[in-house]
Structure formats: structure tokens, C-alpha cells
């Protein structure tokens, strides 16, 4: 299995971006039934939890992005997607997603998100 993301780019303040994260080689009832999420890490800080999308289809966003962001899945395509508007430049980062079986986490390589002001 492997997570293939993308997205990724430099945009100016209050642009958008849509990142979209493919679990390539992952069975769809697995994907189906996994907790997805989107995660980024700033340089010099701790990687953060940015929002999530639980089995039961509920969705969880930090504070920071609530409103702005709105994550997303296809299950026919086994991709994640986290669109991501009104971009600031605290916002900058490098995102992660992450797929979780209930036995099992994997990452995706992360693409980079760059917002200039």
C-alpha cells in the first residue's frame, strides 16, 4: 500500500488549494473502512492533526481551519481529498494524510503547501 498525495503549491493570501491523497494498492473495503485524515507540520513545530473524516462519515477540524478547509473522500477512487480556502500564511506547512485500518497506520510522502502574503 502506498499513499500517493499531491496538491501541493505556493498560492498568495485567500487563495485555495485541493490536495488529494490515493491509496494506491489498498483493498476499497479497507479504505472504506479506515479513519482518514489530514495532518501538516511547520517548520520547527510538532506535526498537527489539521482534520479528519471518521468511519461513521463524521468530520473533526482544528480550530485554526474550521470554515476554511473541508475534507472529502471518493471511495471508487480510494482517494482524500482536503480542500483547503481562504489560505493564510500561517497555513504554510508540509501536509500529511494518513489512512488508519484500526490495525495498521500509513503516511503519505507529503506535498507542500507555501502561502505568501
Known amino acids: 500500500v502506498q499513499l500517493q498525495a499531491s496538491g501541493g503549491g505556493s498560492v498568495q493570501t485567500g487563495g485555495s488549494l485541493k490536495l488529494a491523497c490515493k491509496a494506491a494498492?489498498?483493498?476499497?473495503?479497507?479504505?472504506?473502512?479506515?479513519?482518514l485524515a489530514w495532518y501538516r507540520q511547520a517548520s520547527g513545530k510538532q506535526r498537527e492533526l489539521v482534520a479528519e473524516l471518521t468511519t461513521s462519515g463524521s468530520t473533526n477540524y482544528q480550530d485554526s481551519v474550521k470554515g476554511r478547509f473541508t475534507i472529502s473522500k471518493d471511495n471508487s477512487r480510494k482517494t482524500v481529498y482536503l480542500q483547503l480556502n481562504s489560505l493564510e500564511p500561517e497555513d504554510t506547512a508540509v501536509y500529511y494524510c494518513n489512512v488508519n485500518t484500526g490495525s495498521r497506520h500509513y503516511w503519505g510522502q507529503g506535498t507542500v503547501v507555501t502561502v505568501s502574503s
Open positions: 494498492g489498498m483493498i476499497w473495503s479497507t479504505f472504506v473502512g479506515s479513519r
